[in-house]
């Protein structure tokens, strides 16, 4: 029999969310296992009912994981949940007025970072340090309000790498220490145009320029001193940042796409066309960040080779979902097979691409894993979730043994979280 167990947890105050509820089902002390079925451990619940016309105020901006935590950027400030069942660990509310503009992608360690201010301007970086749930630094840029009615704020372009937090203020780079906020460098990109992508390695930064011609730029992360840079064809456009080491970048064009891949000096040492006669990648973001900072795509690239997942639409009953290419030199290492449906990306590793297949609209999905050599599907687990609850957008995690499901915004049906083990 399932029993279900409600536990109250007191937010801090200064959150619009009062109260928040776990609710854990079944016994959520289990220790994952490596068969049978994943079922619902705990999930949690928005705060309020769904207002349409304001999907800020319940979205979620970014998610981490720790060894025990889940965090979570939301409109109002950081909150930290425990895996183990749901019970908030810690909460950090934002000053009075604010509110999240954005926040990066990854955390980097002990610390992730978040953009915020007024509603009419995002002006403000602060780090959050996920060990002790204290903000590490706050820090106010130089970014003028822009005085044209109409005009919506933009969550700026945060990433962490190296202990180092990098934001972009409007043509300008900026970095920061993670730990204690002392400002590293500051290095312009552009007399003119703005930053438009991003992303930080422990070593490098790597931006795209958005002006006429586009260019990408890469920077030393401990200096901010440029290592090189490059101006794009014709109307080519950076529309993603993939990787700062190696530089791998998304770029489009009036007639097509491409990833294009650079040396460690530059050199162009692979492009991948999103379509050719095989194989058509999906260069759509998988979330929905429009001015909320950096978007994501389903996309990851390492030392060695590059993975994205294909278009759905001509992926050919559920197989050819994710295919890798050789880093250095483009070509193509495998497409992967056995697939039972379409396939959401979770992470890449050292064993290869770990992602959550979902079946038809009744049927059942699976945590998989993809090898890294071959791209040969295997099941990890079953993870019972209907078609039904899969977000149209939204973060997918796992860490030992649990899967945490996560919409992006409210859409009325799904929790906020859902823990599965």
């Known amino acids: 029999m399932i029993v279900a167990v409600v536990v109250l947890v007191l937010a801090m105050a200064g959150f619009g969310t009062a109260v928040t509820v776990a609710r854990l089902i079944g016994d959520a002390?289990?220790?994952?296992?490596?068969?049978?079925?994943?079922?619902?451990?705990?999930?949690?619940?928005?705060?309020?009912?769904?207002?349409?016309?304001?999907?800020?105020?319940?979205?979620?901006?970014?998610?981490?994981?720790?060894?025990?935590?889940?965090?979570?950027?939301?409109?109002?400030?950081?909150?930290?949940?425990?895996?183990?069942?749901?019970?908030?660990?810690?909460?950090?509310?934002?000053?009075?007025?604010?509110?999240?503009?954005?926040?990066?992608?990854?955390?980097?360690?002990?610390?992730?970072a978040i953009s915020y201010g007024t509603d009419t301007l995002c002006d403000r970086v602060a780090g959050v340090d996920l060990g002790t749930g204290k903000l590490s630094f706050q820090q106010q840029l130089p970014i003028a309000k822009r005085d044209v009615p109409g005009t919506m704020r933009r969550g700026l372009l945060v990433a962490v790498g190296g202990g180092t937090v990098v934001v972009n203020a409007a043509t300008d780079l900026l970095a920061f220490r993670a730990q204690d906020g002392t400002k590293l460098w500051e290095r312009r990109t552009h007399q003119y145009c703005q930053v438009a992508s991003l992303a930080v390695s422990a070593t490098a930064v790597v931006a795209g320029v958005g002006c006429s011609p586009y260019r990408v730029v890469s920077l030393q992360l401990a200096s901010g001193r440029p290592m090189w840079q490059k101006d794009l064809q014709g109307r080519e456009m950076v529309r993603h940042v993939v990787s700062a080491t190696p530089?791998?970048?998304?770029?489009?064009?009036?007639?097509?796409?491409?990833?294009?891949?650079?040396?460690?000096?530059?050199?162009?040492?692979?492009?991948?066309?999103?379509?050719?006669?095989?194989?058509?990648?999906?260069?759509?973001?998988?979330?929905n960040a429009i001015r909320h900072g950096i978007e994501r795509y389903a996309m990851f690239a390492d030392a060695s080779t590059v993975y994205a997942a294909t278009d759905e639409s001509r992926a050919g009953g559920g197989e050819g979902q994710v295919a890798a290419f050789d880093v250095a030199t483009g070509k193509r290492r495998w497409l992967s097979s056995g697939h039972r449906g379409a396939i959401s990306l979770i992470r890449a590793d050292e064993q290869g691409l770990l992602g959550l297949e979902r079946g038809g609209f009744d049927g059942p999905s699976w945590l998989v894993?993809?090898?890294?050599?071959?791209?040969?599907?295997?099941?990890?687990?079953?993870?019972?979730?209907?078609?039904?609850?899969?977000?149209?957008?939204?973060?997918?995690?796992?860490?030992?043994?649990?899967?945490?499901?996560?919409?992006?915004?409210?859409?009325?049906?799904?929790?906020?979280?859902?823990?599965l083990r």
């Open 29 to 112: 002390g289990n220790e994952a296992g490596s068969s049978g079925a994943m079922t619902t451990a705990w999930t949690l619940p928005y705060p309020g009912e769904r207002n349409a016309r304001d999907e800020d105020s319940q979205r979620l901006f970014a998610s981490w994981v720790t060894a025990d935590l889940l965090v979570r950027v939301e409109a109002d400030g950081v909150l930290a949940y425990r895996l183990s069942d749901g019970s908030q660990a810690w909460g950090v509310p934002l000053p009075e007025g604010m509110s999240t503009c954005s926040a990066s992608p990854e955390a980097d360690g002990s610390f992730g």
């Open 369 to 419: 894993r993809l090898d890294a050599a071959t791209g040969q599907r295997t099941v990890v687990r079953d993870a019972s979730l209907g078609f039904v609850d899969f977000p149209l957008f939204g973060d997918f995690e796992e860490r030992d043994g649990t899967l945490l499901v996560m919409p992006q915004t409210n859409d009325g049906k799904a929790p906020a979280v859902r823990a």
């Open 247 to 287: 530089a791998v970048v998304l770029v489009s064009s009036i007639s097509d796409q491409l990833v294009r891949a650079y040396s460690d000096k530059g050199a162009v040492t692979a492009e991948i066309p999103a379509k050719d006669g095989q194989v058509s990648l999906s260069t759509l973001p998988t979330g």
